[in-house]
């Protein structure tokens, strides 16, 4: 039996999108990784133990200077990472609408794949394959060519590449990315054991990435080895017979098309940050929801998995109101409860604590990468939500902090810290008001005297050195109206349960 010339439908199809997403989801990946260029196997991220730094910033636990990890961040060219220069926000926003359709167009080939008997060409089905992909890949390096497998369009080698790549190395990325989402790891706190941890997780992705680009290096290499006109025929056309003219031109306007939307992407994304927001937004925002209303957090570490050092993001306020309180030990702080509510209250941090204390200890996964286990004291928000009874038409509860991002923060954003949290996500289990923290007083750099805790979110949206809290109905008129501070200046999602 000769070898096999003709390619289905649904591979060239799925060929030349696959092509698209994955190298959106490699740029926006880049992105992502530039918020936090560091790599550890460990959880709680401990300053000097990476096992790779993509940085020359290099902060330890003894620093003399204060230091939060928004200090880590990088600026990578666009070129490079998409949308570039430190948009952490619009990066995940492309990357989590790309891994949608990636995740989609996989499905739809693997499908095909087996209702059509293409597998045969794609799972390997004996043993002797394995020597016979050694002998051919002798061959390549021999600067030869080896035989197709009689009846099917690759050699050995090359099959096995394929099963590995599609089989293997997609499904070990898409279950990677899972461990990395504070949404599944709340609900399912095993599961991020598989990968030793949440930051296991984030390396072995990370290292999937690698695979994809050196395979991405490798396949266009093969092209060109075996031959363009002949190979684009297979890849755009689905035939190694089709005229090389038509051949080249189809590939090359395919391949074009794929850099045109690339530059598209990067350019828009660069100057209309806003508009990107919310063009995305409208699946991603849905998407991040849903998967923060996965199920019910329960997570509980034991003691001994509580971290070492506990990484921080964000300066504590520097006015002299909050410098007083913090000087008494805060027994003058109230904390006002009002909008759209039955009873509003104004509550010491006492009074706070006879609404019912409890204890957990869970893992705190900020934006950037890091993550940290620790025990923090509290009261549960759903005691408060009952003591002030909200309205029937409140969506949302709006948490405003006392520190001046201005003044914090600097880089030319400005205003008043606040985040807005849907009531669903405020009613689920875990969700805590912090007093303390590993057994003592709330430190004021974890947010002192009292901060946000919702263990199916990323950490910007657990609002610490909380002013007040009001019920509203919607989000629209507060702040820019995008539902928080970060995804006010920085484009960030507003319920991300990943």
């Given at each position: 039996?000769?070898p096999?010339?003709?390619?289905p439908?649904?591979?060239?199809v799925?060929?030349a999108?696959n092509i698209?997403f994955?190298?959106?989801?490699?740029?926006?990946?880049?992105?992502?990784?530039?918020?936090?260029?560091k790599l550890?196997?460990?959880?709680g991220?401990?300053?000097?133990?990476?096992?790779?730094?993509?940085s020359?910033?290099n902060?330890?636990a003894?620093?003399?200077?204060a230091?939060?990890?928004?200090?880590?961040?990088?600026?990578?060219?666009p070129?490079?990472a998409?949308p570039?220069?430190?948009?952490?926000?619009l990066?995940?926003?492309?990357h989590?609408?790309t891994?949608?359709?990636?995740v989609l167009?996989?499905a739809?080939?693997?499908?095909m794949v087996?209702?059509?008997?293409y597998?045969?060409?794609?799972v390997?089905?004996?043993?002797?394959?394995f020597?016979?992909?050694?002998r051919d890949?002798?061959?390549?390096l021999?600067?030869q060519l080896?035989?197709q497998?009689p009846?099917?369009?690759f050699?050995?080698a090359q099959k096995?590449?394929?099963f590995a790549?599609?089989f293997?190395l997609?499904p070990?990325?898409?279950?990677s990315?899972a461990?990395?989402?504070p949404?599944?790891?709340?609900?399912f706190?095993?599961?991020?054991?598989?990968?030793?941890?949440?930051?296991?997780?984030r390396?072995?992705h990370f290292?999937?990435?690698?695979?994809f680009?050196a395979?991405?290096v490798?396949h266009?290499?093969?092209?060109?080895?075996?031959?363009?006109?002949s190979e684009?025929?297979k890849?755009f056309?689905?035939?190694a017979?089709?005229?090389p003219v038509?051949?080249?031109v189809?590939?090359?306007?395919v391949?074009?098309?794929?850099?045109?939307?690339h530059i598209?992407?990067?350019?828009?994304s660069r100057a209309r940050?806003?508009?990107?927001?919310?063009?995305?937004?409208?699946v991603?925002h849905?998407?991040?929801?849903?998967?923060s209303?996965?199920?019910?957090p329960?997570?509980?570490?034991?003691?001994s998995?509580i971290s070492?050092?506990?990484?921080?993001?964000?300066?504590?306020p520097?006015?002299d109101?909050?410098?007083?309180?913090?000087?008494d030990g805060?027994?003058?702080y109230?904390l006002p409860?009002?909008?759209?509510?039955?009873?509003?209250?104004t509550?010491s941090l006492?009074?706070l604590a006879e609404?019912?204390?409890?204890h957990?200890?869970t893992?705190?996964?900020c934006?950037?990468?890091?993550?940290g286990?620790?025990?923090?004291?509290?009261v549960p928000?759903?005691?408060?939500?009952d003591?002030?009874?909200p309205?029937?038409s409140?969506?949302?509860?709006?948490f405003?902090?006392?520190?001046?991002?201005?003044l914090t923060e600097g880089?030319?954003?400005?205003g008043?810290?606040y985040?807005?949290?849907?009531?669903?996500?405020?009613r689920?289990?875990?969700?805590?008001?912090?007093?303390?923290?590993?057994?003592?007083?709330l430190p004021?750099e974890?947010?002192a005297?009292l901060r946000?805790?919702?263990?199916?979110q990323l950490?910007?949206?657990m609002v610490?050195?909380?002013?007040?809290i009001?019920f509203?109905?919607?989000?629209a008129?507060?702040g820019?109206?995008?539902g928080?501070?970060?995804?006010d200046?920085l484009?960030y999602g507003?319920?991300?349960g990943?």
């Open positions: 039996m000769g096999v010339t003709e390619f439908l649904f591979v060239v799925t060929h999108l698209l994955l190298t959106l989801l490699i740029r926006s990946g880049v992105e992502v990784l530039s918020s936090m260029p550890y196997w460990s959880d991220c401990p300053p000097g133990r990476e096992w790779l730094r993509l020359r910033n902060y330890g003894t620093d003399r200077r230091w939060v990890s928004l200090d880590e961040e990088q600026q990578w060219h070129v490079l998409l570039g220069r430190g948009n952490l926000g990066g995940r926003h492309w989590f609408l891994v949608q359709f990636w167009t996989g739809v080939y693997v499908v087996f209702a059509t008997g597998w045969h060409n794609m390997p089905t004996q043993w002797g394959i020597p016979h992909a050694v890949i002798g061959t390549y021999h600067f080896p035989a497998l009846g099917q369009p050699d050995a096995l590449t394929y790549v599609i293997l997609a070990l990325q898409i279950a990315g461990g990395m989402s949404a599944v790891l709340a609900r706190p095993r599961y991020g054991r598989l990968f030793g941890g949440k930051q296991g997780a390396s072995v290292l999937g990435m690698c695979a680009c395979f991405i490798v266009v290499f093969m092209v060109v080895v075996h031959g363009v006109p684009f025929g890849i056309l689905g035939s017979d089709a005229n038509a051949a080249t189809v590939g090359s306007l391949l074009v098309a794929v850099v045109l939307v598209g992407a990067t350019v828009f940050p806003r508009q990107t927001q919310r063009l995305l937004g409208v991603v849905r998407f991040e929801y849903l998967l209303l996965l199920g019910r329960r997570q509980h570490y034991r003691r998995d070492e050092y506990h990484r921080v993001n964000g300066y504590p520097t006015d109101n909050y410098r007083a309180l913090a000087a805060f027994r003058d109230r409860v009002g909008g759209l509510v039955t009873d509003p209250a509550l006492p009074e609404l019912g204390f409890t957990q200890i893992n705190h996964n934006i950037q990468g890091w993550n286990i620790a025990e923090w004291g509290g928000l759903t005691a408060l939500i003591r002030v009874r309205a029937a409140a969506t949302h509860m709006v405003y902090a006392m520190d001046d991002k201005a880089r030319g954003r400005y008043y810290f985040e807005a949290v849907p009531l669903t996500i405020a689920a289990p875990q969700a805590l008001l912090a007093m303390e923290m590993n057994g003592a007083p004021i974890h947010g005297p946000l805790r919702l263990e199916n950490g910007y949206k610490k050195w909380i002013e007040a009001e509203v109905d919607d989000i008129d507060i820019m109206g995008q928080g501070y970060r995804e200046q484009y507003n319920t991300p990943i």
